[in-house]
């Protein structure tokens, strides 16, 4: 247990010059370049173009092949994907014999993937073969692009500066064997002399398993995961743009936002509820059963340790961190709903067909609020699911806001009460309030657009001061 692996998001990739000087290389040399496995997502925004935008929903590669009735958008998205990869990487290499090589690689990926979707198209041009049961497939085959490019682009940059790195491509093109995911990284890694060798490994893995069945866009995080436990990590890192911090400094100032440090996983698990992932859950799950602890830094300040997470509990109740995010209210209403089981289950069964994120609930006699992560046009179909069930009760989605104060220990503190108390004070009014018994969160119910100053006025009062773990006086 001599090494860590490493993970670079998207946002961060797209600064990769910038990190070789601090974060690959910085002021280490010789044998201290090494002992270290990272794990790299695709640039930023590249993985948008090949599936869809994140959160426009715009449609990429993929959601133009899966709904196109002639070849035209697909073939014209694709075009658009080998543009920004090419920018990607022009920006970020020195050299013109570099350049050139990753010039052909995105070609040969590009245009080897367009010939596969051609030939999958004729394929299922014969009644045989139906393109719906392969439209999973071709999402992992379009993944899979976006790291293998980055994941190049990374290793040529870095043996140029002179550092024995090796990629590993993890993504399976043309290969012809079927492998689970835990033979694909063993075989990826297989030889490696990490005390020689840097290894630069895509964050994507194909396999027998589907990464995007089960984990869509968190896929890499998995990757990530998987390598730290099969490898004997004695640390996970993810470096991201920013350090893990108490709020959003853009909403409370970074002279009043603070590192957190330390924390453990089940704030992580709060976390991701509420939209702000450190590390997807089934991915901290990994970590939790192989022992390694996991560390969120900042990409570009190498030398801060930024926040450890682990299992340890908090010394002293304390809150950490507030954060919020938009939802959707849906609200069943059924008089007659008062001692008849079954309405819950119902409902979540409508909302598990639609795929949506349940970040919060409540009931009382007659009625079922669940509150969501979705959008209104999708919630307008769950609606009209639960009207032909339900044709009697009053069915509504409102747009609201949940801001929630989180950490390993809040009991003691009042976090309730004097969170109402402050969001009263500062003129402004929660819709409602939710508290469990594990006191590890406390969320607030509010309009959506008083969500940025309830989280500022919360962090001001519930956050204790530490005026030397200030993001402005780390930086």
Known sequence: MTHTVEKIGGTSMSRLDALR????????????LYGRMFVVSAFGGVTDLLLEHKKSGDPGVYARFAGAES????????????????????????HPADREQADAFVLER???????????????????????????????????????????????????????????????WRDEQTVDLESRIKGGIEGIDISAEMPIVTGYAQCAEGLMRE?????????????????????????????????????????????????????ADQLSNMGMEAIHPKAAKTLRQADVPLRVTNAFEPGDPGTLIDDRPAETPEAEIVTGLD????????????????????????LTRHNVRIVSKLSNANTITHYVDASLKIMRRVEKDLE????????????????????RDLSGLSILSRGLQVIAE????????????????????????????????????????????????AA
């Open 426 to 473: 500062a003129g402004l009014e929660a819709v409602g309030a939710l508290q469990g018994p594990r006191s590890v969160d406390v969320q607030f119910v509010m309009e959506c657009g008083d969500l940025d100053k309830t989280i500022s006025v919360l962090h001001a009062s519930l956050i204790p001061a530490a005026g030397d773990n200030t993001l402005s006086k």
């Open 110 to 172: 590009i245009e080897g993937t367009r010939n596969c979707l051609v030939d999958l198209r004729r394929l299922c041009s014969y009644g045989h073969f139906r393109l719906s049961e392969h439209l999973l497939q071709v999402r992992e085959l379009l993944s899979g692009l976006g790291e293998a490019h980055s994941a190049f682009t990374a290793t040529l940059m870095l043996q140029r500066a002179g550092v024995n790195a090796r990629l590993v491509d993890l993504t399976g």
């Open 71 to 94: 070849d035209h958008g697909w073939h014209g998205a694709l075009d658009r994907v080998a543009e920004a990869m090419t920018d990607a990487h022009g920006a970020v290499l020195d």
């Open 215 to 267: 984990f869509d866009r968190g896929y890499s995080e998995i990757t990530f995961s998987r390598l730290a436990a099969l490898s004997g990590a004695r640390e996970a890192i993810i470096h991201k743009e920013f350090h893990l911090s108490s709020a959003d400094p853009r909403l409370v100032g970074a002279d009043k936002a603070q590192k957190i440090g330390h924390t453990n996983y089940d704030v």
């Open 327 to 350: 939802i959707i209210a849906l609200e069943v209403f059924e008089q007659d709903m008062v001692g008849v089981k079954g309405y819950d289950a119902a409902i979540l069964d409508v």
């Open 388 to 407: 032909r069930l339900y044709p009697a009760a009053r069915i509504t989605s409102r747009k609201l806001a949940i801001a929630s104060v989180i950490g």
């Open 21 to 32: 000087d601090t974060l690959f290389i910085g002021d280490r040399s010789g044998a201290d």
